[in-house]
């Protein structure tokens, strides 16, 4: 597979560019049954004394019902070689389509979760905490011109447990 466990604390990386401008796939389940989507928006830090990732996905997302469902769900960071497969992830729905299958992308388990073994580095995550967003929690009004036509997301906070890098 070509990953190899790393230290958490050993990671040097820009989280913005990582999250924000080169995306990541989300997935959650494993080789019977997952879901992956594309994402440019989470964080990552320190919280509870815990390293942690925090997402945020939409109720009508397929990818939600399985984050809903299992304990895990994993982070997948990859190279600019494989944007047209994360575009691809991130414009249809898991529910019409295999989306390993449509991009190539080979799955693969780390630690009994589903990931790409294309990846760059991948974060499996244990959800700590959830939270529904609501539009009374907003105190920047402006914010809720991004769900005029979709539902509110559903953050969900992940305790990092292992970290795997590409070889």
Wanted: hydrophobic share 35%; proline share 2%; charged share 25%.
């Amino acid at each position: 597979m070509g990953f190899v466990k790393t230290d958490i604390y050993n990671l040097e990386f820009n989280p913005y560019k990582l999250i924000g401008k080169d995306w990541f796939l989300l997935t959650s389940g494993d080789k019977s049954e997952y879901n992956t989507m594309t994402a440019s928006w989470g964080q990552t830090g320190i919280i509870w004394n815990l390293p942690v990732f925090t997402t945020v996905v939409r109720s009508n997302r397929k990818t939600f019902e399985l984050i809903e469902k299992n304990e895990f769900f994993t982070i997948s960071f990859f190279s600019e070689k494989y944007r047209s497969a994360l575009s691809f992830c991130g414009s249809h729905s898991g529910r019409d389509c295999d989306k390993a299958k449509e991009t190539g992308l080979t799955l693969c388990e780390l630690d009994g979760n589903a990931a790409f073994e294309e990846a760059d580095m991948v974060f499996v995550c244990r959800k700590v905490f959830v939270e529904n967003m609501d539009e009374s929690d907003f105190i920047d009004k402006s914010l809720l011109k991004f769900y005029e036509k979709d539902p509110f997301h559903k953050t969900f906070i992940g305790e990092i447990v292992s970290v795997y890098q590409k070889n």
